[in-house]
């Protein structure tokens, strides 16, 4: 088994940054890709960024891109999303999620780790 626990949310005003954080414990080797969602008020959960583990190479959703960074640090066992620029739209629970199953990065489902959510409101 993989936890994963977030941190980093919080409420800012638009235009700005935030850095979220996934740190990673339990079996974390079993995890080839690590991604982040989020899902605003009243959507569905929706497929933000992912990363290989072994390579690092990105796969970001078109909307995002040039925006939102995704990172990791192997040795820390943590996965980070840099958020630039924030809008309203923005305002979402963010995940952290985890694919212990072998996938092409573009594939944005079959994740069976995730964490429980860290809220981020941006205000307008």
């Known amino acids: 088994q993989v936890q994963l626990v977030e941190s980093g949310g919080g409420l800012l005003q638009a235009g700005g940054s935030l850095r979220l954080s996934c740190a990673a414990s339990g079996r974390t080797f079993d995890t080839y890709t690590m991604a982040w969602f989020r899902q605003g008020p009243g959507k569905e959960r929706e497929f933000v960024a992912a990363?290989?583990?072994?390579?690092?190479?990105?796969y970001y959703t078109d909307n995002l891109k040039g925006r939102f960074t995704i990172s990791r640090d192997n040795a820390k066992n943590t996965v980070d999303l840099q958020m630039n620029s924030l809008k309203p739209e923005d305002t979402a629970v963010y995940y952290c999620?985890?694919?212990?199953?072998?996938?092409?990065?573009?594939?944005?489902?079959?994740?069976?780790?995730w964490g429980q959510g860290t809220q981020v409101i941006v205000s307008s």
């Open positions: 999620a985890g694919r212990n199953v072998i996938m092409a990065l573009t594939t944005r489902g079959g994740y069976n780790y």
């Open positions: 990363l290989s583990r072994s390579d690092g190479s990105t």
